[in-house]
């Protein structure tokens, strides 16, 4: 069965924040899970702590709410949508994503 993945332009977005927020000192490490249902991208603060957010993408859920979601600490949506680009606005709010 076939795994999910990002694929180049998906990794491109996530770690443009990514690395601006690691730049930033407010971030430090990162883990990727391929999955059957979902491609995770989880991001911590520190390492060996779960993760401060995790960006999923979930092909089932491209035609109702959208493939792309954020989840914070606590496992809460903080978006989800079609656009990975809007939907990692969440984490960097004055970023301006061009994709």
């Known amino acids: 069965m076939p795994i999910v993945a990002f694929d180049r332009r998906e990794l491109?977005?996530?770690?443009?924040?990514?690395?601006?927020?690691?730049?930033?000192?407010?971030?430090?490490?990162?883990?990727?899970?391929?999955?059957?249902?979902?491609?995770?991208?989880?991001?911590?603060?520190?390492?060996?702590?779960?993760?401060?957010?995790?960006?999923?993408?979930?092909?089932?859920?491209?035609?109702?709410?959208g493939q792309y979601s954020v989840t914070n600490q606590q496992g809460r949506i903080l978006k989800r949508g079609h656009d990975l680009s809007q939907v990692l606005r969440v984490l960097d709010p004055q970023l301006a994503v061009v994709g």
């Open 12 to 65: 491109m977005l996530i770690l443009s924040v990514y690395g601006r927020k690691v730049g930033l000192g407010e971030w430090r490490d990162y883990a990727m899970d391929f999955l059957r249902e979902r491609a995770v991208f989880s991001i911590y603060a520190r390492v060996s702590e779960r993760p401060l957010f995790i960006v999923e993408k979930s092909p089932k859920l491209r035609n109702r709410q």
